[in-house]
């Protein structure tokens, strides 16, 4: 059952073409994922299915209502994290809770969501006064406060540390584990390919793929790359030849080989048979930075030129 | 759908309201300078000029009015100005920019709620410091109960929803936080000029003394003088403060931008 039903989205900010033709589904239970560089029209296409924007054209069905009409309906049956949006400073984590949760009809209890995110000890604490990850959680309790169906989570780990951002993927996991469907939208890699059932890829306004992270990857190309430091000299003609390799480059002390299919066992038994030892074995896993690159040509870093575009696309609006 | 569930939303709406007001009122009492400034200092200035020997008189200079209840008068004008062209526009300007409005617009109430619930507290915020003022002012430091009391309700409400919806405009307006309350004080300091805060109107040339009746602070500060000492408001004072709150408040309605 689908979720989410959007259709041919066309959204233009003046000149700026923010989408070009967006169409996908999101099937009930799974986490989507929307992945693509600043500016891709992400945030956009979320902000329309949450009712907070109009499309110039196109269908969308959330819940089976229109976002637009049935506004108040839909954001009872919703929960959103939204990106760059803050409490007041002084506002306390329980009062928060408390004051959102008349909100909605049937609320979850606050006592039970400040213990299930850890923010119990935080009740009376000022908005402002917690860190980065306290604030990611209580805007989490506060998404799901209503006992929603699907939620949207919009750069969820942005500004945290690495160990916070592994916290709040075993919480999202911890989510959709309850039922809930999940449509995250990111610009990290690792973090749509760690949580992600499917991944919708965004550029420039369209959908370039949409698959499983898996799929995405494996697509992307079958080449792979191998490094290691040889401990003595190795001759050149002897890994050339292994059937699969494409190429060999010598970078110091290190041997990279490029190779297609099962080449690295090839490699590694060659090594064996000549007796030569080897350190720093590695082989590159393909990734979905990968799948980006295949699929638009260009390497996602080279994408964040487009930040540009994105504050010219803010000040459109 | 949208049919079926709106009664409910509409139903729910009071409750948040009522709920939001409760909450940001016990925010601005966790400001510790801003209620001080709002609630106090007027009293302050009543307490301080009361004791001063003779300035409870009636003065020529003040059209007769004396000068404790002159003083009380202005106390009522900056709790005016100090709410609708200071507070009103840098709170609101402050939830826009930091998406207090927006995480609102993600709920099944409108961020309007928390526009009304400010409203009623800056509203409720003027009438307690307004009685605060009378009474103290009352009890001992020669200021009368104005003698015309309803007069003096009146102005104290259109006076109110005068500057607060020039602080709405302000808010709506202004592109940043800072911005909202850099025009807020661009705005205060002319006002209470022209208002007859820092010297009495009396003293203002026939041109200025119209200028002055035009301006919302000018016309509430005329009213509220007026109604102390027992007559009506004059019209064109009743004019320019409804004239300021409508045009102000709707211009305001039609700018206003969530985030």
Known sequence: MAVI?????????????ALDGVSFDVRAGEVFGLLGPNGAGKTTTVEILEGLRTPDSGTVRVLGLDPVRSGPALRERVGVQLQQAQLQEKIRVGEALELYAGFYRNPRPVDELLDEWGLAAKRNTPFKKLSGGQQQRLFLALALLGRPELVFFDEITTGLDPAARRQTWDLVRRIRDSGVTVVLVSHLMDEVEELCDRVA??????????????????????????RFRPVGAISAGLIEDVPGVTAVTRSGSQVIVTGAGDFATGVTGALARAQVLVADLRLEQRTLDDAFVALTGRSFEDTDETTHDEKELEAAR | MSVLESPVTRRRSPRALAAMTRTETRLFFREPLVP???????????VGFGMIPGFGDPS???SGQSGTEYIASIGVAIVLAVLGLSIL????????????????????VTPGTL??????????????????????????????????LAGFALAVVLGAAALL????LVAAVAPTAKGSSAIGMTIFFPSMFLAGVYVPRETFSPILQHVSDVTPLGAALAAVRDTWQGSWPHPIHLATMVGWALVAALVAARTFRWE
């Open chain 1, 5 to 17: 039903e959007v259709h041919e989205l066309h959204k233009r900010y003046g000149e700026t073409v």
């Open chain 2, 36 to 46: 001080a400034l709002v609630l106090l200092l007027p009293v302050l200035l009543v």
């Open chain 2, 89 to 108: 526009p840098t709170t609101l300007g402050t939830y826009r920019e930091r998406g207090v409005l927006r995480r609102l617009r993600a709920t099944p």
């Open chain 2, 165 to 168: 919806s020039v602080g709405l």
């Open chain 2, 115 to 148: 526009l009304g619930a400010q409203l009623l507290l800056v509203g409720g915020a003027t009438i307690v410091a307004t009685l605060l003022l009378v009474l103290v002012g009352s009890l001992g430091f020669g200021v009368a109960v104005p003698r015309n």
């Open chain 2, 60 to 62: 020529s200079d003040l």
């Open chain 1, 201 to 226: 890829i965004l550029d420039r306004g369209r959908i370039v793929a949409l698959d499983t992270p898996t799929a995405l990857i494996a697509g992307s190309g079958n080449e792979q790359r191998m």
